[in-house]
C-alpha cells in the first residue's frame, strides 16, 4: 500500500490491537490507519474524511489514488452500514489506562466515564472549586474538597447573585425607558407652553372681541326715526361697537345714510349684519353707503335694503361693490324698482365675478321680465356659491319661471323661489 504525507494522527488517546493483522481493505491509504469516517469520492476510492478534505484542500484537488479531479468535498458519500461496523468493533487499547479488548465505538463512553487514568475536574468545578487530577483520585479530593459540601449554600447563593444580577439589569432597563419617556415628556411639555403662550397672546384681543359681541345688538326698527332724530341716536351708537344695527321699518333717507356713515365705519371691523329695510334710502343713500362705508374692508355679512325705492341706478352701485366684495352673504332687494337693466347686471356680477354671496332676495320687483331670463340661466350655471334666489312676484310667465327651473334642477341644495 502507498503511504502518503499526511499523518492524521486524531486517534492518539488508544492503539490498535494487533494492527498489523487488520484487513488492508480497512486501511486509509493516507494516514495509514484504519478508517475514521470513512468517505468515498466519485472514482470509488475510499479515505478518512478529515484525511481527504485536508488533502484537496492542501495538497491537489485530485484523487490520491488515481488521480481523478475532485472539486470539492460536496462530492464525498458515506461508505456502507457494514463495512462502518467493522471498523466500529475494532478492538482497541486505552493509551490512558492501558485497558484492553475495548471496542472502538465504545471508547468515548470508556474515556468520558470510566478511565480511572483520565484527568478530570472536581464535580464541584461548577462551584469554584479548581481542583483536576485523574478520575482515580477524584474520591479522595472529595473527602477535602472544600467546595461539594458547601453546594447548597453556594448554589443558593450563585442563585441569588444571579437574580440580583437579573434585577440590575432590569433597574438599568427600566431606567433608560424612563429617561426616554422623560425626554418625550418634556418635548410635550415645551410644546404645550409653546401653545399656551400663543392662546395667552390672543386671549386678550379675543376678549375684547367677544365683550364687543356680547352686547353687540343694537335694535332701533318701527320707531318712526327720521334723519333728523336719527342724529341723536348716533351720538348715542358711537359709544359701543355693533355686529348688528337694526334701523328697519323708520323713515331715513339719504340725508340719515350721509350721518349714519360714521357709525358704519365706528362699527367697521364689528358689524356683519345691517338692517336697512323700509325706509326711503332711494338711489343716492344707496350710492353713500357703498362709496363711503362698503368700498372699504368691511365685516357685514348681511344687508337688508328691501322697500327703499331703489332703482337700477342703485344697482349700479350695488354691482360695483359685488364686484370686489369678500364678506357679503345675503342681500335683501325686495319690493324696489329694480327693472331688467338692473337684474341682468346682478345677474351678470354674479355670473362672472362674485364668488361670496349665497342668498339674493329680488321678490316684488315687478319690472323684472322674462327678458332677464337668459342672464339669470347663465349665471346659474357657472355661479357654484349661491344657494337662494328669491324672484317671487316679479314680472316672470310660466315659461320664464320653467327655464329658471330648468337651470337649477341639476344644482344640489339649491332653493329657487318663483
Ligand atoms: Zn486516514
Ligand atoms: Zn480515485
Ligand atoms: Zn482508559
Ligand atoms: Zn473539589
Not at 478518512?48 to 479531479?69: A, D, G, H, N, V
Not at 362709496?291 to 360695483?320: A, M, P, W
Not at 357679503?328 to 351678470?348: E, M, P, Q, S, V
Not at 319661471?401 to 330648468?406: A, E, G, I, P, V
Amino acid at each position: 500500500m502507498k503511504k502518503y504525507l499526511i499523518d492524521n494522527n486524531n486517534n492518539s488517546n488508544y492503539e490498535y490491537e494487533d494492527e498489523k493483522s487488520i484487513d488492508s481493505e480497512l486501511m486509509c491509504s493516507i494516514c495509514s490507519k484504519p478508517f475514521s469516517e470513512p468517505v468515498s469520492t466519485t472514482c470509488d476510492h475510499t479515505f478518512c474524511r478529515e484525511c481527504i478534505s485536508l488533502w484537496i484542500t492542501k495538497k491537489k484537488k485530485s484523487c490520491p489514488t488515481c488521480r481523478q479531479q475532485i472539486k470539492s468535498d460536496g462530492e464525498f458519500t458515506q461508505v456502507s452500514r457494514p463495512l462502518r461496523n467493522m471498523l466500529d468493533r475494532l478492538p482497541i487499547k486505552c493509551s490512558h489506562c492501558g485497558q484492553k479488548g475495548l471496542q472502538r465505538d465504545n471508547y468515548n463512553d470508556h474515556i468520558n466515564k470510566i478511565c480511572l487514568k483520565k484527568k478530570i475536574t472536581c464535580t464541584a468545578a461548577d462551584i469554584k472549586c479548581d481542583w483536576s487530577g485523574l478520575r482515580e483520585e477524584l474520591q479522595k479530593h472529595l473527602t477535602i474538597c472544600k467546595f461539594e459540601p458547601l453546594r447548597p449554600l453556594l448554589t443558593e447563593l450563585i442563585t441569588t447573585n444571579q437574580q440580583f444580577i437579573n434585577q440590575k439589569q432590569k433597574l438599568i432597563t427600566d431606567n433608560e425607558q424612563l429617561t426616554e419617556q422623560n425626554k418625550k415628556h418634556n418635548i410635550q411639555i415645551n410644546e404645550l407652553t409653546n401653545k399656551l403662550s400663543i392662546v395667552n397672546n390672543v386671549l386678550p384681543s379675543l376678549e375684547k372681541f367677544t365683550e364687543g359681541q356680547s352686547n353687540s345688538i343694537i335694535d332701533f326698527s318701527q320707531q318712526n326715526i327720521t334723519d333728523r332724530s336719527l342724529t341723536n341716536i348716533i351720538q348715542k351708537m358711537m359709544n359701543k361697537n355693533y355686529s348688528v344695527i337694526q334701523l328697519q321699518g323708520n323713515v331715513i333717507t339719504s340725508q340719515g345714510i350721509t350721518d349714519l356713515i360714521q357709525v358704519l365705519l365706528h362699527n367697521s371691523k364689528t358689524l356683519i349684519d345691517l338692517w336697512l329695510s323700509n325706509n326711503c334710502i332711494s338711489d343716492l343713500g344707496v350710492g353713500t353707503l357703498f362709496d363711503s362705508y362698503l368700498s372699504i374692508n368691511s365685516t357685514l355679512k348681511q344687508l337688508h335694503l328691501g322697500s327703499n325705492c331703489i332703482s337700477d341706478r342703485g344697482v349700479e352701485y350695488i354691482t360695483f361693490m359685488l364686484e370686489v366684495n369678500s364678506t357679503l352673504t345675503d342681500l335683501w332687494l325686495y319690493n324696489n324698482k329694480i327693472t331688467d337693466i338692473g337684474a341682468r347686471n346682478l345677474a351678470l356680477v354674479l355670473r362672472q365675478d362674485n364668488r361670496i354671496l349665497k342668498h339674493l332676495d329680488l321678490q316684488w320687483n315687478k319690472s323684472i321680465t322674462d327678458s332677464s331670463v337668459e342672464y339669470f340661466v347663465a349665471m346659474l350655471k357657472s355661479n357654484q356659491t349661491l344657494e337662494r334666489l328669491n324672484l317671487r312676484k316679479c314680472g316672470l310667465s310660466i315659461n320664464g319661471k320653467m327655464q329658471l327651473l330648468q337651470a337649477v334642477a341639476e344644482k344640489k341644495d339649491f332653493k329657487l323661489y318663483i
